[in-house]
Protein backbone atom coordinates (compact mmCIF):
# COMPACT_ATOMS: atom_id res chain seq x y z
CA UNK A 1 0.00 0.00 0.00
CA UNK A 2 1.52 3.52 -1.37
CA UNK A 3 0.94 6.95 0.99
CA UNK A 4 -1.79 8.31 -1.34
CA UNK A 5 -3.92 5.25 -1.21
CA UNK A 6 -3.32 5.46 3.10
CA UNK A 7 -4.00 9.00 3.38
CA UNK A 8 -6.96 8.45 1.37
CA UNK A 9 -8.72 5.73 3.26
CA UNK A 10 -8.15 7.74 6.20
CA UNK A 11 -9.54 10.67 4.63
CA UNK A 12 -12.39 8.85 3.93
CA UNK A 13 -12.80 7.53 7.56
CA UNK A 14 -12.07 11.02 9.09
CA UNK A 15 -15.57 12.32 6.71
CA UNK A 16 -17.60 9.16 8.30
CA UNK A 17 -16.46 10.30 11.77
CA UNK A 18 -17.11 13.79 11.30
CA UNK A 19 -20.93 12.78 9.86
CA UNK A 20 -21.61 10.73 12.82
CA UNK A 21 -20.21 13.03 15.19
CA UNK A 22 -22.19 16.09 13.50
CA UNK A 23 -25.54 13.78 14.18
CA UNK A 24 -24.71 12.37 17.58
CA UNK A 25 -23.49 15.44 19.45
CA UNK A 26 -26.19 17.75 17.69
CA UNK A 27 -28.71 15.04 18.13
CA UNK A 28 -29.98 16.08 14.58
CA UNK A 29 -29.54 15.14 10.65
CA UNK A 30 -30.37 18.63 9.64
CA UNK A 31 -28.74 19.30 6.45
CA UNK A 32 -27.84 15.79 5.88
CA UNK A 33 -29.19 13.95 2.68
CA UNK A 34 -30.57 10.50 3.71
CA UNK A 35 -30.68 9.82 0.30
CA UNK A 36 -26.66 10.24 -0.10
CA UNK A 37 -26.55 8.13 3.15
CA UNK A 38 -28.63 5.07 1.93
CA UNK A 39 -26.75 4.60 -1.45
CA UNK A 40 -23.63 4.68 -0.07
CA UNK A 41 -24.71 2.40 2.50
CA UNK A 42 -25.47 0.32 -0.71
CA UNK A 43 -22.25 1.09 -2.55
CA UNK A 44 -20.31 -0.06 0.91
CA UNK A 45 -22.54 -3.66 0.99
CA UNK A 46 -22.17 -4.63 -2.52
CA UNK A 47 -18.45 -3.72 -3.04
CA UNK A 48 -17.42 -5.94 -0.24
CA UNK A 49 -19.37 -9.17 -0.38
CA UNK A 50 -15.55 -10.34 -0.53
CA UNK A 51 -15.59 -10.91 3.34
CA UNK A 52 -17.26 -13.59 3.12
CA UNK A 53 -14.88 -15.68 1.24
CA UNK A 54 -11.74 -13.74 0.90
CA UNK A 55 -8.81 -12.55 3.33
CA UNK A 56 -6.13 -9.74 1.98
CA UNK A 57 -5.32 -7.95 5.40
CA UNK A 58 -6.31 -7.22 8.80
CA UNK A 59 -6.20 -3.54 7.33
CA UNK A 60 -8.38 -4.21 4.43
CA UNK A 61 -10.92 -6.51 6.10
CA UNK A 62 -10.66 -3.78 9.44
CA UNK A 63 -11.64 -0.89 6.92
CA UNK A 64 -14.35 -2.95 5.01
CA UNK A 65 -15.94 -3.50 8.47
CA UNK A 66 -15.68 -0.44 9.64
CA UNK A 67 -17.34 1.07 6.43
CA UNK A 68 -20.29 -0.50 6.43
CA UNK A 69 -20.85 -0.84 9.93
CA UNK A 70 -20.67 3.28 10.11
CA UNK A 71 -22.74 3.42 6.93
CA UNK A 72 -25.80 1.18 8.39
CA UNK A 73 -25.41 3.00 11.39
CA UNK A 74 -25.82 6.65 9.83
CA UNK A 75 -28.88 5.73 8.18
CA UNK A 76 -30.68 3.77 11.51
CA UNK A 77 -29.89 7.71 12.88
CA UNK A 78 -30.96 9.54 9.98
CA UNK A 79 -33.87 7.12 9.11
CA UNK A 80 -34.83 5.98 12.81
CA UNK A 81 -33.32 7.87 15.85
CA UNK A 82 -33.72 11.15 15.32
CA UNK A 83 -35.87 10.97 11.93
CA UNK A 84 -38.29 13.34 13.78
CA UNK A 85 -34.90 16.17 12.36
CA UNK A 86 -34.76 14.93 9.22
CA UNK A 87 -35.65 16.96 6.22
CA UNK A 88 -37.51 14.96 3.62
CA UNK A 89 -38.93 17.79 1.95
CA UNK A 90 -35.36 19.44 0.58
CA UNK A 91 -34.10 15.87 0.39
CA UNK A 92 -35.96 15.34 -3.11
CA UNK A 93 -33.31 14.13 -5.59
CA UNK A 94 -34.32 11.23 -7.86
CA UNK A 95 -32.31 8.49 -7.18
CA UNK A 96 -34.24 5.97 -9.20
CA UNK A 97 -32.79 8.09 -12.02
CA UNK A 98 -28.83 7.19 -10.97
CA UNK A 99 -29.85 3.92 -9.57
CA UNK A 100 -31.00 2.28 -13.34
CA UNK A 101 -28.25 4.33 -15.30
CA UNK A 102 -25.48 2.39 -12.77
CA UNK A 103 -27.56 -1.54 -13.25
CA UNK A 104 -26.70 -1.00 -16.90
CA UNK A 105 -23.69 -0.07 -17.25
CA UNK A 106 -22.57 -2.62 -14.36
CA UNK A 107 -24.22 -5.20 -16.81
CA UNK A 108 -22.42 -4.42 -19.76
CA UNK A 109 -18.81 -2.59 -18.69
CA UNK A 110 -17.51 -4.77 -16.20
CA UNK A 111 -14.66 -6.99 -15.88
CA UNK A 112 -16.22 -10.18 -15.75
CA UNK A 113 -19.85 -11.60 -16.04
CA UNK A 114 -20.15 -12.72 -12.73
CA UNK A 115 -22.32 -11.77 -9.42
CA UNK A 116 -19.56 -10.54 -7.59
CA UNK A 117 -17.92 -8.98 -10.03
CA UNK A 118 -20.83 -7.52 -11.01
CA UNK A 119 -22.11 -5.84 -8.42
CA UNK A 120 -18.05 -4.61 -7.22
CA UNK A 121 -18.46 -2.56 -10.35
CA UNK A 122 -22.17 -1.58 -9.70
CA UNK A 123 -20.34 -0.48 -6.46
CA UNK A 124 -17.76 2.02 -8.13
CA UNK A 125 -20.21 3.36 -10.88
CA UNK A 126 -22.85 4.19 -8.08
CA UNK A 127 -20.22 5.75 -5.61
CA UNK A 128 -19.27 7.75 -8.34
CA UNK A 129 -22.91 9.68 -7.80
CA UNK A 130 -23.64 9.04 -4.82
CA UNK A 131 -23.00 12.45 -3.38
CA UNK A 132 -25.43 13.99 -5.93
CA UNK A 133 -28.46 13.88 -3.77
CA UNK A 134 -26.50 15.62 -0.92
CA UNK A 135 -25.28 18.45 -3.28
CA UNK A 136 -28.77 18.91 -4.72
CA UNK A 137 -29.88 19.22 -1.69
CA UNK A 138 -27.54 21.60 -0.68
CA UNK A 139 -28.71 23.63 -4.02
CA UNK A 140 -32.17 23.57 -2.88
CA UNK A 141 -31.39 25.05 0.50
CA UNK A 142 -28.65 27.40 -0.71
CA UNK A 143 -26.42 26.99 2.21
CA UNK A 144 -24.62 24.29 4.43
CA UNK A 145 -23.49 24.11 8.01
CA UNK A 146 -19.57 24.04 8.32
CA UNK A 147 -19.32 20.99 9.93
CA UNK A 148 -21.25 19.38 7.12
CA UNK A 149 -18.89 20.99 4.87
CA UNK A 150 -16.08 19.69 6.69
CA UNK A 151 -17.67 16.13 5.64
CA UNK A 152 -17.85 16.76 2.20
CA UNK A 153 -14.25 18.11 2.22
CA UNK A 154 -12.66 15.25 2.98
CA UNK A 155 -15.08 12.89 1.17
CA UNK A 156 -13.56 15.17 -1.88
CA UNK A 157 -10.06 14.86 -0.57
CA UNK A 158 -10.31 10.79 -0.41
CA UNK A 159 -11.01 10.63 -3.82
CA UNK A 160 -8.61 13.32 -5.33
CA UNK A 161 -6.01 10.83 -2.80
CA UNK A 162 -7.49 7.84 -4.69
CA UNK A 163 -6.23 9.61 -8.20
CA UNK A 164 -3.33 10.19 -6.73
CA UNK A 165 -2.88 6.83 -6.01
CA UNK A 166 -3.69 5.48 -9.25
CA UNK A 167 -1.58 7.49 -11.16
CA UNK A 168 1.01 5.84 -8.61
CA UNK A 169 0.15 2.34 -9.40
CA UNK A 170 0.43 3.14 -12.73
CA UNK A 171 3.90 4.04 -13.03
CA UNK A 172 5.38 1.61 -10.33
CA UNK A 173 3.03 -1.47 -11.17
CA UNK A 174 1.62 -1.03 -14.62
CA UNK A 175 -1.92 -1.34 -12.91
CA UNK A 176 -4.66 0.40 -14.57
CA UNK A 177 -8.47 -0.14 -14.16
CA UNK A 178 -10.25 2.07 -16.52
CA UNK A 179 -13.81 1.45 -14.82
CA UNK A 180 -12.53 2.55 -11.46
CA UNK A 181 -10.51 5.28 -12.49
CA UNK A 182 -13.00 6.70 -14.82
CA UNK A 183 -15.64 6.42 -12.56
CA UNK A 184 -13.49 7.81 -9.80
CA UNK A 185 -12.68 11.04 -12.04
CA UNK A 186 -16.68 11.92 -12.51
CA UNK A 187 -17.11 11.82 -8.71
CA UNK A 188 -13.76 13.84 -8.06
CA UNK A 189 -15.35 16.33 -10.62
CA UNK A 190 -18.80 16.41 -8.96
CA UNK A 191 -16.64 17.95 -5.83
CA UNK A 192 -14.99 21.14 -7.92
CA UNK A 193 -17.65 23.81 -7.38
CA UNK A 194 -18.01 22.91 -3.93
CA UNK A 195 -14.06 22.62 -3.51
CA UNK A 196 -13.38 26.16 -4.85
CA UNK A 197 -16.18 27.43 -1.89
CA UNK A 198 -15.24 25.44 0.97
CA UNK A 199 -11.60 27.35 0.03
CA UNK A 200 -12.94 30.57 -0.42
CA UNK A 201 -15.56 31.08 2.38
CA UNK A 202 -15.27 28.26 4.80
CA UNK A 203 -11.64 28.22 5.54
CA UNK A 204 -11.95 31.82 5.87
CA UNK A 205 -14.19 31.27 8.56
CA UNK A 206 -17.74 32.55 6.65
CA UNK A 207 -20.65 30.84 6.19
CA UNK A 208 -21.20 28.42 3.35
CA UNK A 209 -23.90 30.27 0.81
CA UNK A 210 -24.31 28.40 -2.64
CA UNK A 211 -24.69 30.89 -5.71
CA UNK A 212 -28.14 31.36 -6.93
Known amino acids: MNLFRLCGDLSHLVAIIILLLKIWKTRSCAGISGKSQALFAMVFCTRYLDLFFSFISLYNTSMKIIYIACSVGTCYLI ?6 TYDSNHDTFRVEFLLGPCVILALVLNHSFTVTEILWTYSIYLEAGAILPQLFMMSKTGEAET ?29 FDPIAVVAGV ?3 VLYIDFFYLYVTKVLKGKSLVLPC
Open 147 to 175: ITSHYLFMLGMYRGLYILNWIYRYHTESF
Open 79 to 84: FMKFKP
Open 186 to 188: VQT
